[in-house]
């Protein structure tokens, strides 16, 4: 199937919604970005640095932590439930600030499940490409990183709990759905 039906478009969905349940609950805790935003900011006139970080950034770090890391810790005997957590702490690590490792951790994870039920970068590589379009793409719309900031910490959690649920329900659906067919 093409990267924008069935499967592809399922992993996608599912972490998208899993980054956007895990960005409006840890909102609330102000981490840190070390002023990336603003540097996101200042890059988003510019279509290579775009093109980088919505295509090129996407395609090297899942040739590098999934394709590579992940793969190279379970050819080496480590449990493969062990070397997805390793490599998406290292994943989490290599994002820098604060405000990306915890998000970035988990997309990793996610990743590296669909990777290690997949077997390949099949369902990683678009579902990590439509995740930071969908994050660069947002920079485009005024205000849409403000329509949270005066909610609770109960609404918070409210909001976004029931968001990373729905996307690891489509995440599970994907591998689920890949056991049946072995």
């Known amino acids: 199937t093409g990267w924008l039906t069935g499967k592809p478009l399922l992993a996608g969905a599912g972490v998208l919604a899993l980054a956007f349940g895990v960005n409006i609950m840890l909102e609330p805790l102000n981490l840190n970005d070390l002023g990336l935003e603003a540097t996101f900011e200042a890059m988003r006139s510019d279509v290579l640095c775009i093109l980088m970080l919505c295509v090129v950034g996407p395609w090297l770090e899942e040739l590098i932590f999934r394709d590579g890391i992940l793969r190279h810790l379970t050819q080496n005997g480590i449990k493969p439930v062990w070397a997805v957590v390793v490599?998406?702490?290292?994943?989490?690590?290599?994002?820098?600030?604060?405000?990306?490792?915890?998000?970035?951790?988990?997309?990793?994870?996610?990743?590296?499940?669909?990777?290690?039920?997949?077997?390949?970068?099949?369902?990683?590589?678009?579902?990590?490409?439509?995740?930071?379009?969908?994050?660069?793409?947002?920079?485009?719309?005024?205000?849409?990183?403000?329509?949270?900031?005066?909610?609770?910490?109960?609404?918070?959690?409210?909001?976004?709990l029931p968001l990373l649920l729905v996307g690891a329900l489509l995440i599970y659906i994907i591998i689920a759905r890949k056991k049946k067919s072995l």
């Not at 077997?119 to 579902?127: F, H, I, T, W, Y």
């Open 87 to 160: 490599s998406a702490l290292l994943f989490g690590l290599v994002h820098g600030d604060p405000a990306q490792m915890v998000p970035a951790s988990l997309l990793g994870l996610v990743l590296g499940l669909l990777y290690v039920h997949t077997g390949d970068l099949s369902l990683c590589l678009p579902a990590h490409i439509i995740n930071n379009s969908v994050a660069i793409g947002l920079m485009y719309i005024p205000g849409s990183d403000e329509w949270t900031k005066d909610l609770s910490v109960p609404e918070h959690i409210a909001l976004g």
